[in-house]
């Protein structure tokens, strides 16, 4: 471990969410040895605290430990940690712990059918310490000797560990976009080979086009090539550098992600965004469309091809700049090929290329389009932020309407509601929004769809709410059959105004439910319910692919985020890129309508509740 200075300068090593993560995970150390509930608690607190700091902590810790301790939730102890983490990446205190137990058995919790208990169990027992241990452990049949667990817990883990393997090497959109800013952040203070002015990098490849998991971090700079490389290579945040040429150097972080920085000259900068942004199947149709009109697409030029042609025989850079088109911008790439400009989400060789010849490309939503926010979670149930908490964040964000919608009584891990806490809820809901002339605060609840496809809550409960959010957060291991059934019954009594995140899925730790979405959107379109594309970061639920299948079938949406907390809303606009990467416009998109179009048709939903 690299020693920590004595007086500490300021210098950023690592940034807030890695210092916050450190601390998650010496509370999961304390956890996995029983240790004082109450001291891992303070660590969760303290972590809580860094990631939602604007501030960089490095910032505070140049200060001095006095002024860590004026944070909310760090004491003595945990400040000098805090400097020593923020310094070299970890902490005296968390290597002690992971010579005591392998910070790899953490990962055992990773996977759907264990909990801490099992977790235990399998280190203290059998010394599995690592996804890769529990995978040869339960193909050899332990799983079977193990205490307490099942036939059917031990499909669910093996089923589990086969989709983390299918995830490995990938990050979520949000991590990986935090990484890209990142690192963004430093390489623009790399100087661009004119006086005064910074390299010019931007975020290009799956990023750009909004992809819900990514495997490669890409970004495209022009500047001092040497500079830029020599910055790349001392990034704090990777861990090793792969390859490097003259336009290209490829590294991995310390979390194995792969960040690949592509370097070209400002006159190629057009082309190359469009080179390093667009799938392999787009840059195939961009260059077929190319060679139709006599021009040549090739690496981050586009030009004539007979000029290229002759270059390349001639072997003449001269030559070879000479082909090349001036272009400015990327609209001039797509205009010079007859083609209306195809926003980055697009770009995945969808037939995109096909409508922008033909000028059929739909005006996708924006960002700017969402009015509401319409599934959010207060201190009611699992949310960490009061009701007048939630409207003051929305308030700030200019939405003129929401909907508070806690969880019901059998989401219990998540404290849900009864019949009498709901109520005692909307109370509050009704005198906070009366605080409010420029909001319209909607009374609702997130009810859950019960294994026989019942609701959560008496119809005459549900009568008092203004919007009803359905979901499945149970039975996950029902056939097919029954759960598609299950949804449809619920979908049936006219109640629901949006089933939420329809597949139950994790991004990169589980898999969804078996559910039959044909069948599903075909009764969402009949009852009028909306499908839910949840914004959290961690869902993107529905995907792209069911996005446009629902859309083709006449069905609407809700862009939601699922808040539960005020910077939750901010998760807004991962769902935005995923709603763009379906080809949704904001007429497809009930939180887009003003007001009063939005009330008219909760009035007309409400007409069609059929208590049985």
């Given at each position: 471990?690299?020693?920590?200075?004595?007086?500490?300068?300021?210098?950023?090593?690592?940034?807030?969410?890695?210092?916050?993560?450190?601390?998650?995970?010496?509370?999961?150390?304390?956890?996995?040895?029983?240790?004082?509930?109450?001291?891992?608690?303070?660590?969760?607190?303290?972590?809580?605290?860094?990631?939602?700091m604007?501030?960089?902590?490095?910032?505070?810790?140049?200060?001095?430990?006095?002024?860590?301790?004026?944070?909310?939730?760090?004491?003595?102890?945990?400040?000098?940690?805090?400097?020593?983490?923020?310094?070299?990446?970890?902490?005296?205190?968390?290597?002690?712990?992971?010579?005591?137990?392998?910070?790899?058995?953490?990962?055992?919790?990773?996977?759907?059918?264990?909990g801490l208990k099992t977790s235990q169990?399998?280190?203290?027992?059998?010394?599995?310490?690592?996804?890769?241990?529990?995978?040869?452990?339960?193909?050899?049949?332990?799983?079977?000797?193990?205490?307490?667990?099942?036939?059917?817990?031990?499909?669910?883990?093996?089923?589990?560990?086969?989709?983390?393997?299918?995830?490995?090497?990938?990050?979520?959109?949000?991590?990986?976009?935090?990484?890209?800013?990142a690192i963004v952040e430093q390489l623009r203070a790399v100087n661009g080979g004119q006086a005064n002015r910074a390299a010019r990098v931007e975020v290009v490849g799956q990023i750009r086009r909004g992809c819900e998991m990514v495997d490669n971090v890409e970004l495209l700079a022009s500047g001092e090539a040497g500079l830029l490389?020599?910055?790349?290579?001392?990034?704090?945040?990777?861990?090793?550098?792969?390859?490097?040429?003259?336009?290209?150097?490829e590294g991995v972080t310390k979390k194995d992600v792969a960040v690949t920085l592509h370097m070209i000259p400002e006159a190629d900068y057009a082309a190359a965004m469009v080179r390093t942004t667009g799938s392999a199947e787009h840059l195939r149709d961009l260059e077929a469309e190319a060679a139709a009109r006599g021009y040549a697409f090739k690496g981050f030029q586009l030009g004539d091809a007979k000029a290229a042609g002759e270059s390349r025989k001639r072997k003449s850079k001269a030559a070879g700049e000479g082909h090349r088109l001036p272009l400015n911008s990327e609209a001039e790439f797509y205009s010079a090929l007859g083609l209306e400009f195809i926003a980055p989400e697009l770009r995945e060789g969808l037939g995109e290329v096909a409508a922008a010849r033909d000028?059929?490309?739909?005006?996708?939503?924006?960002?700017?389009?969402?009015?509401?926010?319409?599934?959010?979670?207060?201190?009611?149930?699992?949310?960490?932020?009061?009701?007048?908490?939630?409207?003051?964040?929305?308030?700030?964000?200019?939405?003129?309407?929401i909907a508070i919608t806690d969880h019901t009584q059998s989401t219990s891990i998540a404290n849900g509601n009864t019949p009498a806490e709901l109520l005692k809820e909307l109370e509050e809901i009704e005198a906070a929004a009366r605080e409010y002339d420029d909001i319209r605060v909607l009374k609702g609840a997130e009810v859950d769809i019960l294994s026989d496809g019942s609701l959560d809550m008496p119809f005459d409960v549900l009568d008092r709410l203004d919007w009803i959010v359905v979901s499945i957060h149970a039975g996950f291991q029902q056939p097919k059959?029954?759960?598609?059934?299950?949804?449809?019954?619920?979908?049936?009594?006219?109640?629901?105004?949006?089933?939420?995140?329809?597949?139950?899925?994790?991004?990169?730790?589980?898999?969804?439910?078996?559910?039959?979405?044909?069948?599903?959107?075909?009764?969402?379109r009949e009852h009028?319910?909306?499908?839910?594309?949840?914004?959290?970061?961690?869902?993107?639920?529905?995907?792209?692919?069911?996005?446009?299948?629902?859309?083709?079938?006449?069905?609407?949406?809700?862009?939601?985020?699922?808040?539960?907390?005020t910077r939750g809303f901010e998760a807004m606009r991962y769902g935005i890129a995923t709603a763009r990467r379906a080809w949704l416009t904001r007429d497809d998109v009930l939180n887009t309508l003003p007001l009063a179009k939005l009330l008219a048709e909760l009035d007309r939903k409400k007409r069609q509740r059929r208590p049985a």
């Open positions: 471990m690299k020693e920590p200075d004595a007086a500490y300068d300021g210098r950023l090593a690592i940034d807030n969410r890695d210092v916050a993560g450190v601390l998650e995970r010496i509370a999961d150390l304390l956890e996995f040895k029983d240790e004082n509930p109450f001291k891992l608690r303070s660590y969760r607190v303290a972590a809580e605290t860094i990631a939602e604007q501030q960089p902590i490095a910032e505070v810790a140049a200060r001095g430990a006095a002024s860590l301790q004026e944070l909310p939730g760090i004491g003595k102890s945990l400040s000098a940690q805090i400097v020593e983490i923020v310094q070299t990446g970890t902490s005296s205190f968390f290597e002690e712990l992971k010579e005591e137990i392998p910070e790899s058995v953490l990962e055992l919790r990773r996977v759907s059918g264990i169990q399998l280190y203290r027992d059998f010394g599995i310490k690592s996804l890769d241990e529990l995978k040869a452990f339960a193909e050899g049949g332990g799983l079977e000797s193990v205490t307490g667990l099942g036939e059917k817990t031990a499909s669910r883990i093996k089923a589990s560990l086969a989709h983390l393997a299918s995830a490995r090497g990938k990050v979520r959109l949000n991590e990986a976009s935090d990484l890209a800013a490389g020599q910055t790349f290579a001392r990034l704090p945040q990777l861990a090793e550098i792969k390859a490097q040429r003259a336009d290209r150097i000028n059929r490309l739909p005006e996708l939503i924006r960002i700017e389009d969402m009015r509401g926010d319409f599934h959010m979670h207060t201190t009611w149930s699992d949310g960490q932020n009061s009701v007048r908490e939630m409207i003051e964040a929305a308030r700030r964000r200019g939405y003129q309407y059959e029954q759960i598609t059934e299950r949804v449809i019954r619920a979908m049936e009594t006219g109640y629901p105004n949006v089933f939420a995140h329809p597949t139950g899925r994790i991004l990169g730790e589980r898999a969804g439910y078996e559910i039959d979405l044909e069948q599903v959107i075909a009764a969402a009028h319910v909306r499908l839910e594309l949840n914004a959290s970061p961690y869902r993107l639920d529905l995907n792209s692919y069911w996005l446009r299948v629902a859309r083709q079938a006449g069905v609407g949406f809700v862009i939601s985020t699922d808040s539960h907390q």
